[in-house]
């Protein structure tokens, strides 16, 4: 199956900090996904994004789909911002329907 | 705008008895996944419906079901529960199966005792 590698696996920040996490695949892709766990474990949507580049605020992604990656920005870090963040992929090849098959996730502390 | 729900949103059990699960859709999606997470661990997908049939089966042990309704909410039923189950299910839903995005439930934490 396809492979999602994210990195780096544990980033701590001051907050105001800009950060760049990243998520390689390993095969071609229908949906790519950045999530924040927070620490009750709700998995919050952050952007749906197969391609090209999106801006949420003081987030923004962008995937190279030709190249197999994406990357999420975080600006001005805020304390709230910590928790886990994944990135998840739907494999474009084979028989598996919209299934997502997430990376490990890269662990964001954020101090005062 | 209406989410994902699940109920419970936390379950306590003991070894070898048996819990459901249910999940209500966004309305108007067609499409509910299962995903496990254990601690530390990245969320595992079990199991997927489209229009009420089974779409895609992960790695669902065979003491777990689930089904699709006609109103389109979801029920995984898990038996002969272990130490192991104890973990955090979510729920998601899409309209569509491919190419869409999908929205999580708040996930109900599973302890089996």
């Known amino acids: 199956g396809i492979q999602v590698e994210q990195s780096p696996p544990d980033l701590i920040l001051q907050e105001g900090a800009n950060s760049t996490l990243r998520c390689n695949f390993s095969?071609?892709?229908?949906?790519l996904q950045w999530f924040h766990q927070n620490p009750w474990g709700q998995l919050i949507n952050l952007f749906y994004?197969?391609?090209g580049t999106k801006q949420n605020g003081r987030l923004s992604a962008t995937t190279v789909a030709t190249e197999r990656y994406s990357l999420l920005y975080i600006s001005s870090s805020q304390t709230t911002d910590s928790g886990v963040y994944f990135c998840?992929?739907?494999?474009?090849?084979?028989?598996?329907?919209?299934?997502?098959?997430f990376g490990q996730g890269t662990i964001l502390t954020v101090h005062p | 705008a209406a989410g994902v729900i699940q109920s419970p949103r936390h379950l306590i059990k003991e070894k070898r008895e048996t819990a459901t699960l249910k999940c209500y859709p966004i309305?108007?999606?067609?499409?509910v996944y299962w995903y496990q997470q254990g601690p530390g661990q990245d969320p595992q997908f079990l199991i997927s419906?489209?229009?009420?049939?089974?779409?895609d089966k992960g790695s669902i042990p065979d003491r777990f079901s689930a089904q699709q309704f006609s109103d389109y909410h979801s029920e995984l039923n898990m038996s002969s529960l272990e130490l192991g189950d104890s973990a955090l299910y979510f729920c998601?839903?899409?309209?569509?199966?491919?190419?869409?995005?999908?929205?999580f439930g708040p996930g109900t934490r599973l302890t089996v005792l």
């Open positions: 998601a839903s899409s309209f569509g199966l491919v190419n869409n995005e999908q929205f």
């Open positions: 095969d071609s892709v229908n949906n």
């Open positions: 994004i197969p391609s």
């Open positions: 998840a992929v739907t494999n474009a090849g084979g028989t598996s329907y919209g299934k997502l098959t």
């Open positions: 309305p108007r999606h067609d499409t």
């Open positions: 419906f489209y229009e009420k049939m089974q779409s």
